[in-house]
């Protein structure tokens, strides 16, 4: 066991890790990648909304623009007393880097930086900017993060050409996952309102239990589409049911009911929110639906950059990745309406959120040489 890495990567992790970001904390680990992209001749740009920091670093003024995303907020570290090792204490043991956001995603912002000066030593005169868009509010509400900073860029006119957001789509090994788009996300709250009484006098309560149940069963099974080349079929997940008083002999006058809906590229949240009131109102219920629109569905297509960091990957990890939208959103889905080409490529995402969070050292220091080798395939001058 060691804690200190002579490795560029490893050692700036560590140095993120130390830092105990609770979404939405930056608690300067902004500051410090911000310094090192200094040196290199970037210009850093502090974007303050609200609780959350975010930090626009560009290069270079012309196109095409090849943003680095990802966010430097971590989830709480829960029972500490879960933890082998104090969380924001980063620890390398048997080849593991152990710390809160070591995984999600410190050790990609690392690697980033570290890939990024590589590149600009080795190619100075490289084509076009280089930029990083980094936020501390990815982990929370996701209000004043990436989705401001990309407004501001958007009434500006400054736009991203391609983006690699660190999030960690690999899964059984560095590069073997590469997620080219995701699902769209929209989730209701949902209020049927009854009367209350006594159960043994049915004539005079309306049951919202009993009026909700089959309006719910008929959005559960509902086929909504068949997917397509990219995406599943549409999922429609009851997530939580609450309603009576407690009691056995009274019926309630109140149902609400949570649920959410991944959607791919056939359907609009438009027609999501159509076909959904349309059913609760055949069924006649008196409801409220509020509805919250996470995230529109996005698609990278075979292009510059999927084929960019496809290529990287083959050189360096020596496995030919496999492109994915699965998962849950992420804030690419601020970045692709733009008409950016996005992907996702970080490290494996089976310790996330978890205590004992961890990251192979030696996966870090290849996640490096590939984001180095993307930018090599995308921005050097081939004269």
């Not at 401001?148 to 736009?159: F, G, M, S, W």
């Not at 049951?207 to 099974?221: D, F, G, R, Y």
């Amino acid at each position: 066991m060691m804690n200190k890495h002579s490795n560029s990567t490893i050692s700036l992790a560590q140095a993120l890790i130390e830092r105990p970001s609770v979404t939405p904390e930056d608690f300067g680990c902004q500051q410090l990648m911000a310094e090192r992209l200094a040196k290199l001749g970037f210009n850093n740009e502090t974007m303050v909304f609200e609780d959350t920091t975010n930090l626009w670093s560009r290069k270079g003024i012309s196109g095409p623009v090849f943003c680095f995303a990802g966010h430097t907020d971590v989830v709480p570290a829960g029972n500490l007393e879960s933890w082998n090792t104090p969380p924001f204490e980063p620890v390398i043991a048997d080849g593991m880097l152990y710390g809160r956001g070591a995984a999600d995603m410190k050790g990609s912002l690392a690697a980033m930086i570290v890939a990024t000066e590589r590149f600009v030593s080795d190619y100075p005169n490289h084509k076009g900017s280089i930029a990083f868009l980094v936020t501390s509010d990815e982990e929370g509400p996701f209000i004043n993060g990436t989705t401001r900073v990309i407004d501001t860029l958007e009434a500006r006119n400054e736009k991203i050409t391609y983006c690699i957001v660190g999030e960690p789509s690999s899964t059984n090994r560095l590069g073997d996952v590469v997620k080219n788009g995701r699902r769209g996300s929209i989730s209701g709250e949902l209020h049927i309102h009854g009367k209350q009484g006594h159960v043994a006098y049915p004539d005079h309560v309306i049951n919202p239990i009993h009026m909700a149940m089959p309006a719910l069963t008929e959005l559960s099974q509902m086929h909504w589409d068949n997917g397509n080349d990219y995406f599943p079929p549409t999922s429609f997940q009851l997530s939580n049911i609450q309603s009576g008083t407690g009691a056995t002999n009274v019926v309630p006058g109140h149902l609400t009911a949570l649920f959410n809906l991944r959607y791919s590229t056939e359907l609009t949240a438009k027609m999501i929110v159509n076909k959904v009131e349309a059913i609760l109102a055949e069924h006649q219920l008196n409801f409220e639906l509020n509805w919250v629109f996470n995230g529109q569905p996005f698609i990278t297509e075979p292009s510059t950059l999927v084929d960019s960091v496809v290529h990287a990957i083959k050189t360096c990890c020596h496995i030919n990745t496999e492109l994915s939208t699965s998962g849950g959103t992420s804030d690419g889905r601020f970045i692709a309406p733009t008409g950016a080409q996005v992907i996702e490529l970080g490290p494996c995402n089976a310790t996330i959120h978890q205590v004992n969070e961890c990251v192979a050292v030696n996966d870090l220091i290849l996640l490096t040489d590939v984001y180095y080798q993307t930018l090599v395939n995308v921005l050097a001058d081939p004269a």
